[in-house]
């Protein structure tokens, strides 16, 4: 499904970020799946997939790939969030933040 149409709310992209390839999965203000991608993990794979008018919110696991990547977004207008492996499971369960991000 395209995501094309749904600006009227913010989409939030988890990244899962490999050495090579980044898997996207982006979602709506529901929590609903409505586009998954695989791109590689190089600034240009980034300009191509992420440039365009629509922001988004993107979340992705800190790592070695992490501070350019967030970087990148960031310059391209993007919400970005950067988390802590470490610390993911207090924030989860924590009932005073909201879920962005929901693991299948």
């Known amino acids: 499904m395209s995501i094309n149409g749904i600006n ?9 970020v490999g050495d090579r ?3 996207a999965c982006y979602l ?3 929590g609903q799946i409505v586009e998954e991608a695989q791109l590689a993990a190089t600034a240009q794979a980034l300009h191509r ?7 988004y919110r993107v979340v992705l696991e800190a790592g070695l790939h992490s501070p350019w990547m967030s ?4 310059e391209l207008g993007h919400e970005v969030y950067v988390a802590n492996p470490r610390r993911l499971k207090a924030i989860y369960q924590n009932e005073n933040n909201c879920e962005l991000w929901r693991g299948q």
């Open 8 to 16: 009227d709310r913010k989409i939030t992209v988890g990244l899962d």
């Open 21 to 23: 390839r980044v898997h």
């Open 28 to 30: 709506d203000a529901d």
């Open 49 to 55: 997939r992420f440039s365009g008018s629509i922001q």
């Open 71 to 74: 970087r990148t977004l960031i």
